[in-house]
């Protein structure tokens, strides 16, 4: 539906955006993540049509958008804050696209309480801005920009000016707010985790440029080189021998870098890495260890809770392939 060609916006002489190619099909949910400064949200204003285009296309449908100022492109936009009107009621701020385009009353009223149903803030109407939490303002937010049917809605880190336990809850929401009401969205984040718990597809930006995109799944699996594994939430890259030392373990063949996730070695007697805790710090799940492996060096493990494990001990190691990815080679 959404189809970025070599999408290149500059700032002066710099190229904030950098031949990106994106594609987004319908009802699809495409997270870009990368640092800040990357030029993920310069990429987003683009879409929405604020930023003109140094050279490339950008369609939707199959129709150039070029012409198309951004109120007439039919997406809506959501930032990080939400950016309600403070003296517009629950019920005003979600209505107000609707009436701006003068759509009969009954219809206005009928639909504002099926969008607050759907973000679970039924009976919130008459409440203003100021008297809601954080998460529930952004449930206000995203019911205003669903409200006029978005073709597409543009997500900027919706939610990372929550705090983590309500940022949790409040994905999952979206991600199914989103899936109910078959809206396609793009999103933008740093957040490997909102980007994890909203998307099905990502791609990778960095300098501009993606590096790269395919299925959550998939990118996650195979990460393209150590940057982008270790911004994916991997905690540690280990090469040369380190890697075929780790890689040798879980009987896979030797490759020149492996990246690890934290929980990648668990504590086995029947383990075949045999290593020296560093320090056990007790989490609500397990053990988290920092140990030195012979011929790795220093990485992460884990321990089931009430394993009694502290440093100076000599532990087995077992390899979880699940929680490891192979690199291939570029440096
Ligand atoms: P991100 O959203 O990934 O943090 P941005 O898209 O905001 O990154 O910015 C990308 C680059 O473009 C940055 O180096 C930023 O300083 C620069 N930039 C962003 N907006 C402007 C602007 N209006 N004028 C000049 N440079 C800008």
Known sequence: ?????????????????????????????????????????????????????????????????????????????????????????????????????????????????????????????????????????????????????????????????????????????LRSILHEAGTTALLVTHDHEEAFALADRLAVMRGGRVVQQGAIDEVWREPVDEETALFLGYARVLRDDAARRVLGAAALPPAYAVALRRSALVVDDAGSLSAVVESARVTPELVRLVVRVEGAGIVDAVAPLGGRVAPGDEVSLRVDVTRLAVLPITR
């Open 1 to 173: 539906m959404l189809a970025l060609r070599d999408v290149t916006v500059r700032y002066g002489d710099t190229a904030a955006v950098d031949d990106v190619s994106l594609d987004l099909a319908s009802g699809q949910v495409l997270a870009v993540l990368g640092p800040s400064g990357c030029g993920k949200s310069t990429l987003l204003r683009a879409v929405a049509g604020l930023e003109p285009l140094a050279s490339g296309s950008i369609a939707w449908g199959g129709t150039d958008l070029s012409g198309t100022p951004t109120h007439k492109r039919g997406f809506a936009l959501m930032f990080q804050d939400g950016q309600l009107f403070a003296h517009l009621t629950v019920a005003r701020n979600v209505a107000y696209a609707l009436r701006l385009r003068r759509t009969p009353s009954a219809r206005v009223a009928a639909r504002v309480r099926e969008l607050l149903d759907l973000v679970g803030l039924s009976g919130y109407d008459d409440r203003l801005p100021g008297t809601l939490s954080g998460g529930e303002r952004q449930r206000v937010a995203l019911a205003r920009a669903l409200a006029v049917e978005p073709r597409l809605i543009l997500l900027d880190e919706p939610l990372s000016a929550l705090d983590a336990s309500l940022r949790e809850r409040l994905a999952g929401d």
